[in-house]
């Protein structure tokens, strides 16, 4: 039970708390603003199952596409792109250290980001302004791998603990 409790809570409370932070930057002027979906999601799939994930990606993808988007399906995508990639990351860095988080969080950065604006260059048939682009990617990378460093502790204390709850137990007693 507890675990179907923390899973709607990882799967729904915690993206719709994150969705006010989001519209704070938004509500304050500034356009470009750190992907916290993002963060929370690389630090999220290393902790929990494929399955748990896997739902995870879909939602904070529907959730991106309803709120920010013109397109349904983009961010869905570039979310279950970004966990087939952590997934392969996770298997490379198995010691978890603030140095291979933010290296996760770089990759995931760019490739969700890359993702993004070439799904919605082609379905809205735009040119593509690569100095442009070039610009807004770096500054985004840049805030999300500032904004990881802060809150790194936390995050790393959270997972720990959703870690803690999805790991398998392998506590055997002696007559096995």
């Keep these: 039970m507890k675990k179907i409790i923390n899973s709607i809570f990882l799967v729904i409370v915690i993206p719709f708390l994150l969705f006010f932070i989001t519209q704070f930057f938004l509500k304050n002027g500034i356009k470009i603003n750190p992907n916290i979906y993002l963060i929370y999601f690389a630090f999220i799939v290393s902790a929990t199952n494929y399955k748990l994930s896997y739902i995870l990606a879909f939602v904070l993808g529907l ?33 978890e250290t603030k140095i ?14 890359i993702t993004i604006y070439l799904l ?9 302004e690569i100095k ?10 840049s805030m999300n791998i500032l904004l990881t460093i802060v809150l790194y502790n936390p995050l790393k204390i959270f997972k720990e603990n959703i870690k803690g ?12």
């Design 132 to 141: 442009l682009f070039t610009k807004i990617l770096l500054i985004e990378i």
């Design 63 to 95: 959730l991106e596409d309803l709120l920010f988007s013109n397109f349904l399906g983009i961010s869905i995508f570039a979310y279950i792109l970004v966990f087939m990639i952590l997934n392969i990351l996770n298997n490379i860095f198995k010691n």
């Design 120 to 128: 919605t260059m082609f379905l809205s048939k735009s040119t593509l």
């Design 165 to 176: 709850l999805y790991s398998k137990s392998n506590i055997y007693t002696r007559y096995f």
């Design 100 to 113: 291979s988080s933010l290296i996760k969080i770089l990759i995931a950065s760019f490739v969700f980001e």
